[in-house]
């Protein structure tokens, strides 16, 4: 990657090729883990004009990899916009609200991404089941507790996370006062905790 930057760096101020040179230089920086690098990469080449597939996606993941969520979540939501990459932007928006607490958003965005309103809903098609759990999480947060259950439920019934999803999903039954319930979570979630 070093010796691609360098090569790339011979054409970062000419007319033709700039763009490009800024966007390869980002992707060698981003994969060498110089975020603040390929942020700067990734913007200079977007003020040369390069409209590049992955530039904002890239450089999306780059500021969430850095903490920056409200950076990212505008380079994700222009990446839903403009690029093919809408499922993946789209679920790192989600994670990016999640973190700034805006949970109604990332529930929306979740529930977006997800295709349905509940576990019941999902659509035919691949799904990461972290959306499931962070979507829980917000729902329990906001005291959409039954909601909350389904969504952990799902996470459980496809093997997302299980010792976490069993002890979010007890702490639900906790507040619901359903303490068979928590118990019983509880010790399946301690299965998987070693």
């Not at 659509?123 to 039954?146: D, I, P, Q, S």
Request: with cysteine; proline share 1%; aromatic share 14%.
């Amino acid at each position: 990657f070093e010796e691609a930057i360098a090569a790339f760096e011979a054409y970062q101020d000419n007319e033709t090729y700039a763009a490009g040179a800024l966007y390869n230089i980002g992707v060698c920086k981003m994969n060498l883990g110089d975020l603040a690098g390929a942020v700067e990469a990734f913007t200079a080449c977007a003020e040369k004009g390069g409209a590049f597939e992955g530039l904002y996606y890239n450089r999306g993941v780059c500021s969430l990899l850095s903490g920056d969520w409200s950076k990212a979540a505008e380079d994700f939501t222009k990446s839903i916009e403009t690029e093919p990459y809408v499922d993946d932007a789209r679920y790192n928006l989600a994670i990016c609200q999640v973190q700034s607490g805006e949970y109604e958003k990332a529930i929306d965005t979740f529930t977006e991404y997800i295709g349905g309103d509940t576990a019941a809903d999902e659509t035919e098609r691949a799904v990461n089941y972290g959306a499931y759990y962070y979507r829980a999480m917000c729902l329990a947060e906001l005291g959409k507790l039954e909601d909350a259950l389904a969504d952990y439920t799902a996470c459980i019934d496809h093997g997302f996370e299980l010792g976490q999803s069993y002890y979010q999903r007890a702490q639900v039954y906790a507040a619901l006062g359903n303490t068979e319930k928590q118990n019983a979570d509880l010790a399946e979630s301690l299965k998987y905790s070693e």
